[in-house]
């Protein structure tokens, strides 16, 4: 993963975007459909997305869903995620 990336969340996608020239670089659409709204975490060798009350890691390079977890018996709302610090850089 570059410095140079933007990832944004939008109707049920992520979107990775140069951020020196605002060329898109992939395209992801998550396949939870159920909502509008997608929150990102993103780590130095992962990002992570929620959709629709589940949970993707994905790979920043190339927008692939690595694994998904549907959260079991928690419904479908809105799931908010964080990264945790790098500790590797303490």
Do not use: C, H
């Amino acid at each position: 993963m570059a410095r140079d990336d933007l990832f944004v969340a939008i109707k049920n996608s992520v979107v990775r975007i140069r951020k020196s020239d605002g060329t898109e670089v992939w395209r992801t659409n998550l396949p939870r459909r159920a909502s509008q709204l997608v929150t990102l975490a993103v780590e130095p060798d992962a990002l992570y997305a929620s959709a629709g009350g589940e949970v993707y890691r994905m790979d920043p390079d190339t927008g692939s869903i690595l694994w998904t977890n549907d959260l079991p018996k928690l419904g479908r709302g809105t799931v908010l995620i964080a990264a945790t610090p790098d500790s590797s850089k303490t």
